[in-house]
C-alpha cells in the first residue's frame, strides 16, 4: 500500500508521506517546501548547520544555492565516517552550539549521511533537554533508512550505538540529487538498507527490487520512495521499538558485531551498509534454520546481495570473538540475542534465540558462497 502521496508545489513534483508526526518530503524539487517550512516555523530565533567535512564541500553548496536564506547560517563540520559518532564529537558540537548562542528555540539542520543525522539528532536531543533539528541526508543510508524514524546515538568504545534516544525530527527532506557525487561505495553500501526493506516489506516491494537494477542510479529514486515508505508505515505503527518495528533490525544483530568487529582500534574496516550486507546473508541462514524461510528464498535473497555489495570473506577472528560483541548487543535478553528474522519476504519471525552452532555455520555459509 504506497502511503507517499505525490504533491504539485509551484509546477513540481514533491512527495510528501505524512504518516509520522513529522512530513517526510521526497523529491528533487523539494527545496522549494524547505525555504518555505523553515521561514514558517513559529519562533525560531537561530539556525544552524551541521556537515560533516565532505558533504561540507559538497553538499553545502548545493544548499546554499537552492536555499540562500541558509547561507548566513552557522556551520559547523565533523570528520566524516563512523569514528564520528562519538560522546567527543557530540560534546565539540555541543560546545559549538552553545558559545554561539544556541537557545532552546534554535533549530539544527543535520545535512549529511547517517552519521551526521545519529550525531546531530543526538545534540539536538540532549541541548537544554531538547532543540529542534531537520534532517537533509545526502547519503543513500541517509535518505533511505537513517534519516527517518527518530533513532539517534553514539557509539561506545566501538560498540554500535550503545548510548542514544528516540527524538523526532521537524520534519525530513530526501533530495535525490545528493547522490551524484556520493562515491560508488557508499553507494553500494547503501543498498544494503534498500534490499532489507524491500525482503521485509514483500509483495510488491520485494518483487520490483528483484528485477530492478540497483546499479543503475536513476532506479534509486523509486527505489528509496518504496523504502522510506516501508519505513514510515513501520514506525507509525511501533515508534519505540516495542514490537513491530524490530524486524528492522533484521541483518543487524550479525552486521552490527562484524562492524564493530571490523573497525576496532580505529581500523577502517566495513561499511554500515556492508557490514548489514553480510547479516543478512547470515540472518537469511538462520531464517531458514529456524523460522523455515525456503531455502530458495534464501538463496535468491543472498544472490541479490552478493550482486549489489562489496564483500568478502569472514575474518576468523571475528568468527571466534562475535560472541562476546554480541553480548553487548541492545536486543540481548537474558536467555541470549533476540533476532529479527524472516519466515518468508513480507514475514518477520522476532525475537528468536538462536544457538550458537546455527550462528557459527551462518558464518560456514556465508563463508562458502564467496
Ligand atoms: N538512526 C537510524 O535509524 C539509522 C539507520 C541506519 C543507519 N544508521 C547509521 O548511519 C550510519 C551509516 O550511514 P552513512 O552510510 O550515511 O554514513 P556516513 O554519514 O558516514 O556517510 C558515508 C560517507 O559518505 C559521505 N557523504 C555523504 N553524503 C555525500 C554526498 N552527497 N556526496 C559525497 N559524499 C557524501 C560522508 O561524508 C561519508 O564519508 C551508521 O552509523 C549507522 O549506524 C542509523
New binding site residues.
Partial sequence: LIQVKLQVVNGSEIYKNEMLKYPVLLGDHAWIVIEKFLQELPGYESIFILT????RD??LPVLFRKAPFLRERPVYSIP???S??ELRIVEGLLMWLINSGAMKNSLLVNL???????IG?FAAATLKRGISYVNI??????QA?????????V?ISGI??QV?VFYDPLAVFILPE??????ER?VM??NA?IIKSAVLAGGTNWEILKKANLRERSTLPGLIKNTVDFKCSVVARDPLENHERKM?NFGHTIG?AL?SFSNENGKEGL???EA?AAGMICEAFISTETCGLPANVTDEITRIILDNSRLEKLDAGFIDYFHVLMDHDKKMTPAGVGFSLIENPGMPCLEKIVSRKTIRDSFLFYNKTM
Fill in positions: 560533516d567535512h565532505h558533504t559538497l553538499c566524516p565516517g563512523e564520528s559518532k549529511g549521511g547517517g552519521v551526521v543525522s545519529d539528532g541526508p545526502t547519503s543513500l543510508i541517509g533508512d537513517a534519516a527517518i524514524g527518530g533513532k539517534t546515538g557509539n554500535k550505538n542514544g545528493f547522490l551524484v557525487t556520493l562515491p557508499h553500501s547503501g538498507e528492522l552490527h562492524e561499511l554500515h551498509g548489514v
